[in-house]
């Protein structure tokens, strides 16, 4: 058994309570709308690209969602602990948890737990690469979405301390790299 395989949810939610200033979030979706605000108006000054070709960019570009760094529901732990509710963990007994954990995750359905963290994830990837507090930033082709982890809602890449100036350098050189990966060699073929 992988402990983290099993308990990232009950990670991220202890990770995000402890670790990423509340006003976070809200800043990175601030930032997201006025990249996006300046992508489509660098898009007028390219003289390559023709009408037809910009507004397909433009509308690709609306339709882009964004996961940022964990869904609501993850703040309340009670929600979290519902996840794992009936499974008996003892301190120190690995193999007993292991056992514990198995027989939980298939008991009345499979892969119970995972279903459990779709509870939360209804309305983005269900990769669990996503579930995760780790530093990380990406886009889905197959859903047109870009996700920012929470990790990135952390020094160095953001801080409600710095400068604006500082986390438009950092993380929201981040959001302009993940937006224009929907554009790439990758990024724009249809699926
Ligand atoms: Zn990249």
């Known amino acids: 058994m992988e402990t983290e395989t099993y308990f990232r949810v009950a990670f991220l939610s202890t990770f995000v309570r402890e670790a990423i200033h509340p006003d976070s979030r809200s ?3 601030e930032m997201i709308e006025s990249i996006h605000v300046a992508f489509k108006e660098n898009l007028k000054t390219l003289a390559w690209l ?4 910009a507004m397909w960019v433009e509308s690709k570009a609306d339709a882009i969602k964004y996961f940022v760094a964990y869904p609501d529901g993850i703040l309340n732990p009670e ?3 519902e996840i794992y509710d009936g499974l008996e963990i003892v301190e120190g007994d690995y193999e007993e948890n292991d056992l514990s954990v198995t027989v939980y ?3 009345e359905s499979d892969f119970r737990v995972f279903k459990n963290f ?3 994830y209804s309305n983005t990837i ?3 690469d996503f579930y995760s507090y780790g530093r990380n930033a990406s886009y889905t082709r197959t859903k047109n979405q870009i996700n920012i982890l929470a990790g990135n809602l952390q020094k160095n890449y953001l801080s409600p301390d710095f400068p604006r100036w500082a986390n438009y350098g950092r993380l929201g050189f981040n ?3 993940e937006l224009v990966h929907a554009f790439d060699a990758t990024g724009k073929e249809p699926f």
């Open 27 to 29: 800043m990175v979706k």
């Open 50 to 53: 023709d009408d037809e070709a």
């Open 79 to 81: 929600k979290v602990d």
């Open 105 to 107: 995750d298939h008991l």
């Open 118 to 120: 779709g509870k939360f």
């Open 126 to 128: 269900l990769y669990l």
């Open 175 to 177: 959001i302009g790299h």
